[in-house]
């Protein structure tokens, strides 16, 4: 067997170490277990990061394929990569913005810094985005109108100290079982407790002390009506909102009546002051894409984080903490140059669009003028060229149907490890290595910078992510891009040379840290200084010194995002609630997980409440709604409320079902609430006005 080499998984963004070993013939991984040497996990690792980094299900990629005669055929790099750099050139030379580029929180800070520095400073595209904005967005934006900064001011290491865990509209037990663990020993610590408010009784509702099940969409109004109760019940936390706060008279005004807004959330008054009591404890609040995929997603997470403003509940112990999905969509949003420059610079910063421009070698004026348009109409504006990389836009997008309409026009560039759905429309197939067989840095959602690790050698007909994109950049945009295959540490110390002086700093990481610690969390600015609870200083000589936002005038700010309404309520033509969830064995479109995809993966899994069901027996059936249809398997689920159907977001087939509509300030779609209603399946399929069902293929699942 191979020696052992430490790395860290790339499943979720808990960021456990792992140790690998790679096979003693050929490619690919023997063993793979929890790594006790670091200092994220210690040991610990759940089964679905270990099964899919050692044996993942998909099919692999490995070679390139181009499109000749309308198939996909094997190829050599030479013709894959000339095909590829013959269209972004062409497609450049009518307009920048006419190449598409869309990453991923799959990517390594390596990959991901080079694959925004080609796209913003080498050919100066505002259509360049990552699919970490269809999952994390809403909570950027709510931090940086709260904080002045992106991400959340408590560590794991908060997680102990804490007396109430409020879980919001996530389920840590699934979706992150390490992270789950650790919440569940501290509330079952004596004086402790786990609340979690969803409308489904999910695996981590059954396992807490309180289920609040709100009305779908309610999570908004249900914040504004223990907002209102604090404030009615003096529970405010005074002494802090008039320190260290701004905005709190504006909020406390708008506020409707406590029990206007109950009813509105749909839940009882005697919940609401459960919830309102547990702030006087020392509270953490986990929140995901329950409350992030929806219209109201900045709304909702703002009054989160109002909640812990006005409680006083900033500091050790406690504080709002937003649950990340992919390994390294933390490091996207610092390192990427998507939503803002490397290290979290203000994109339209003079000072700091000429600094990165610097840095690239290229005039300032070359850079976009704004951070573009989002995933959603970045699409919808029909670039000539669409280069993804490790996503699946074809299955991960909402409303999928116009996105292949989109695709079969665009020239289509696919980068990724596994057969996908989205390569059905590519015209240019690159094989990317994965987990175990690339070199580099990923970033968990607690900030903390780790290594990722080669253990194998990879095929030889497949690149790594930062060849790949280096050897396409250095044949667009040689003056930016100049070397085509760098060294991962090199990259690394370019963007972390980046960030000195940042809000999100990272000068003082290295590979050489990293190999003596294992992991280093920032804002890291010396080789000796790592960040804990951020904005706050526990040496400070008092309570008033200790906070420092990173706002204009120092202070955290309440929310003013506005509320606006839900774009599709449930109506006598389509009386159900369609949302979308996370199964264990669904990650990242489950292209590691399945075998299948497209027309060969079984249908989808709908979870419906008997009530709910036309009768007991209906199974499978037919889901409709506006945008168009799938047949389902039924599973009979009394966890699910009367007059909700849910899904798994990563089957191919639900997406055609979501609204393409999104949240108003962070362009993250709606993924979690649409009208639907069920049909059965020898019922002709309706052509109500905006059904695209009769002139849209069937789709996986679908008859």
């Known amino acids: 067997m191979s020696d052992p080499v430490p790395t860290t998984c790339m499943r979720c963004a808990v960021g456990c170490g792992h140790v690998t070993h790679g096979v ?48 996909l055929v094997r190829s050599t790099w030479e013709d894959a990569l000339d095909r590829a750099t013959d269209a972004i050139e062409e497609a450049r030379a009518v307009d920048s913005d006419n190449v598409g580029i869309m990453g991923s929180g799959q990517q390594t800070i390596e990959a991901a810094y080079a694959l925004g520095k080609l796209a913003r400073g080498g050919l100066g595209t505002r259509n360049y985005d990552a699919n970490t904005t269809l999952c994390m967005a809403s909570a950027v934006t709510a931090y940086y109108d709260a904080f002045g900064s992106d991400a959340p001011p408590p560590t794991y290491d908060d997680i102990p100290e804490a007396e109430t865990h409020l879980v919001w ?98 839940v009882s008054m005697e919940q609401v002051d459960k919830l309102a009591a547990a702030f006087e404890k020392d509270t953490l609040i986990y929140w995901g894409m329950g409350i992030n995929q929806s219209v109201r997603g900045t709304a909702s997470a703002g009054a989160l984080i109002d909640l812990c403003l006005a409680s006083g509940n900033m500091g050790p112990g406690c504080g709002p903490f937003s649950l990340t999905g992919q390994a390294n969509s933390m490091g996207t949003r610092v390192c990427s140059s998507k939503g803002s420059w490397p290290g979290h610079r203000e994109y339209t910063d003079p000072d700091e669009r000429q600094t990165t421009a610097d840095v690239w070698n290229v005039l300032v004026s070359r850079l976009p003028d704004d951070t573009g348009p989002g995933p959603v109409a970045m699409i919808d504006d029909c670039p000539d060229v669409l280069w993804t990389v490790a996503t699946n836009p074809i299955v991960g997008m909402p409303d999928t ?107 003082g990481i290295s590979y050489e840290r990293l190999e003596a610690e294992h992991a280093v969390r ?43 309404g839900l774009p599709e309520p449930p109506s006598e033509s389509y009386p159900l609630t369609l949302t979308t969830g996370r199964e264990k064995d669904g990650y990242n479109t489950g292209i590691r997980s399945r075998e299948a995809v497209g027309d060969d993966v ?69 993924f979690k609430q649409c009208a639907a209603r069920l049909v059965a399946v020898d019922e002709e399929v309706s052509s109500t006005s905006g059904t695209r069902d009769a002139e849209t293929p069937p789709t996986a699942g679908a008859d």
């Open 401 to 507: 149907n116009p996105v292949r309409e989109q695709l079969e026009e665009a020239f289509v560039i696919v980068q990724d490890s596994f057969k996908s759905e989205t390569m059905e429309y590519a015209d240019v197939v690159l094989p990317a290595a994965t987990w175990g067989e690339s070199e580099g840095t990923t970033m968990n959602m607690e900030r903390t910078v780790s290594r990722v690790r080669r253990a194998t050698e990879i095929p030889p007909g497949v690149r790594t992510d930062l060849n790949i994109i280096c050897t396409v950049g250095n044949r667009v945009a040689p003056d930016v891009i100049t070397d085509q295959n760098p060294d991962p540490s090199d990259v690394f110390d370019e963007f972390a040379a980046l960030t000195e002086g940042t809000k999100a700093d990272c000068s």
């Open 602 to 670: 079984d249908p989808i899994v709908a979870r419906i409440n008997p009530e709910t069901l036309p009768s007991a027996t209906v199974d499978p059936i037919r889901i409709e709604t506006p945008r168009g249809s799938t047949v389902a398997t039924v599973d009979p689920d009394e966890a699910v409320p009367e007059g909700m159907v849910w899904i798994p977001i990563h089957h191919p087939a639900a997406n055609r079902l979501t609204h393409p509509a999104v949240d108003p300030k962070s362009a993250e779609p709606n």
């Open 169 to 266: 509209g996530a389920n840590p037990a699934v979706a992150h079982p390490v992270m789950y663990r650790w919440i569940r020993e501290s509330a079952d610590d004596e004086d402790s407790e786990l609340l979690v408010v969803d409308p489904v009784m999910s695996e981590t509702a059954e396992n807490a002390d309180g289920h609040i099940d709100t009305a779908p969409g309610g999570d908004l109004a249900l914040a504004n009506a223990i907002l209102a109760r604090m404030i009615e019940t003096d529970r405010v936390d005074d002494e802090f909102v008039e320190a260290h706060t701004e905005g709190f008279d504006g909020v406390r005004d708008s506020l409707p009546p406590a029990e206007e807004s109950a009813e509105r959330a749909g």
């Open 24 to 71: 003693d013939q050929g490619y690919g991984l023997d063993t793979v277990r929890g790594d006790a040497a670091h200092p994220v996990s210690r040991g610990l690792a759940c089964g679905r990061g270990i099964s899919e980094t050692a044996d993942p299900e998909g099919e692999w990629l490995t070679r390139p394929l181009v499109r000749k005669d309308g198939e």
């Open 522 to 564: 920032w804002p890291a600015p010396a080789l000796d200084e790592s960040g804990g609870y951020r904005y706050f200083d526990p040496d400070a000589e008092s309570r008033d010194e200790a906070w420092s936002f990173k706002t204009e005038s120092g202070r955290a700010r309440f929310s003013t995002a506005p509320d606006p």
